[in-house]
């Protein structure tokens, strides 16, 4: 099945510098790969996701980049601020062989924290 | 506007209990999921279900079943409690999107966290 892994397990950067958190994954078939942001005790919420026909997409100050044929995808984020520290999770959609079975495996997440 | 919503946000059982964690969603999404959260571990598949009495096992799904009775509804049983089953669990709902174009966006509920002694 797919296996997601996710580098680096941590990440500290000073405000105002970028963060690059990274992703690679197995099953060349998947097709959609989000990432989630869950702030300290709070639920993981989609912050950008990327479908396998793009190769990049930007919002604000965050993108992902896609590369399909080295099977890795990368959350960058800009200009980094004191709310964007917390645990960042990336995911892949493996293909699904029956209705509804579009399930999500994640990676083992980054905790992002960002120093005033 | 709270949209998945698990019945209890902490629970302490003792080994071999049977433990339910209930978990509703008011979308009428097709798709609910299980997942464990672990440190260092991301989040893990147990189990999901993308219709009424539906299910399909996921990555870890020993020790774990699930009952999907309604369309809102879907239930993670622990039938006998171990002290490795200590964790937060998180549910989760999405749409169907038609065959072909992937998954889509995953509604989280708050969790549960689980204490087994």
């Known amino acids: 099945g797919e296996n997601v892994e996710q580098h680096p397990s941590t990440l500290s950067v000073q405000e105002g510098d970028s963060a690059v958190i990274k992703c690679t994954y197995s099953?060349?078939?998947?097709?959609?790969f989000p990432w989630y942001k869950q702030e300290l005790g709070k639920r993981p919420q989609l912050i950008i996701d990327?479908?396998?026909?793009?190769g990049e997409k930007k919002d604000q100050r965050i993108a992902v980049t896609l590369n399909k044929t080295a099977k890795h995808f990368s959350l960058h984020i800009t200009e980094t601020q004191p709310e964007d520290s917390a645990v960042y999770f990336c995911a892949a959609s493996p293909p699904f062989r029956s209705q509804g079975a579009q399930k999500l495996v994640f990676g083992q997440g980054t905790r992002l924290t960002i120093n005033p | 506007d709270v949209k998945v919503t698990q019945s209890s946000r902490y629970l302490v059982k003792r080994t071999g209990e049977k433990v339910f964690l209930e978990c509703v969603q008011d979308?009428?999404?097709?798709?609910m999921f299980w997942y464990r959260q672990d440190p260092g571990l991301g989040l893990r598949l147990i189990y999901f279900s993308y219709d009424v009495k539906m299910k399909e096992k996921g990555d870890i799904p020993e020790g774990y079943s699930v009952s999907r009775e309604k369309k809102e509804r879907f239930s993670l049983i622990l039938e006998s409690a171990s002290t490795n089953q200590t964790s937060m669990y998180l549910c989760?709902?999405?749409?169907?999107?038609?065959?072909?174009?992937?998954?889509?966006?995953?509604?989280f509920g708050a969790g549960s966290r689980l204490t087994v002694l």
């Open positions: 989760a709902s999405s749409p169907w999107t038609g065959r072909g174009s992937g998954a889509n966006v995953l509604t």
């Open positions: 990327i479908r396998s026909n793009v």
């Open positions: 099953d060349s078939a998947s097709n959609y």
């Open positions: 979308m009428d999404h097709e798709n």
